[in-house]
Nanobody, 123 residues
Framework: QVQLVESGGGLVQAGGSLRLSCAASGRPFSNYAVGWFRQAPGKEREFVATISWSDSSTGYADSVKGRFTISRDNAKSTVYLQMNSLKPEDTAVYYC????????????????WGQGTQVTVSS
């Protein structure tokens, strides 16, 4: 089992930045790929970014490409999502999820999920 806890959410003005963290415990985290997803009120949960177990492969949704950066520190069992140039449409609950080895943009591929952290971007 892998337990995930997100942190770093909050209220920020448009154009601002936030860094989300996803801290893992349980099995050796370095073997797991991690994805970030988000769910806005009244909308389906959507893919944001993913990083492979080796940190050699990352992927982003088109809506965040160039503004968000995913990274990981396996020594700290933590994955980060640096969010810059935030827009009101980025407002959502952000979730991190983990799966064995290979990264994926499909939420159905992930076995473990955190509880989420709220990000609110004011205009």
């Amino acid at each position: 089992q892998v337990q995930l806890v997100e942190s770093g959410g909050g209220l920020v003005q448009a154009g601002g930045s936030l860094r989300l963290s996803c801290a893992a415990s349980g099995r050796p985290f370095s073997n797991y790929a991690v994805g970030w997803f988000r769910q806005a009120p009244g909308k389906e949960r959507e893919f944001v970014a993913t990083i492979s177990w080796s940190d050699s492969s990352t992927g982003y949704a088109d809506s965040v490409k160039g503004r968000f950066t995913i990274s990981r520190d396996n020594a700290k069992s933590t994955v980060y999502l640096q969010m810059n140039s935030l827009k009101p449409e980025d407002t959502a609950v952000y979730y991190c999820a983990a799966r064995w080895y290979l990264s994926s943009s499909s939420e159905d591929a992930y076995n473990y999920w955190g509880q989420g952290t709220q990000v609110t971007v004011s205009s």
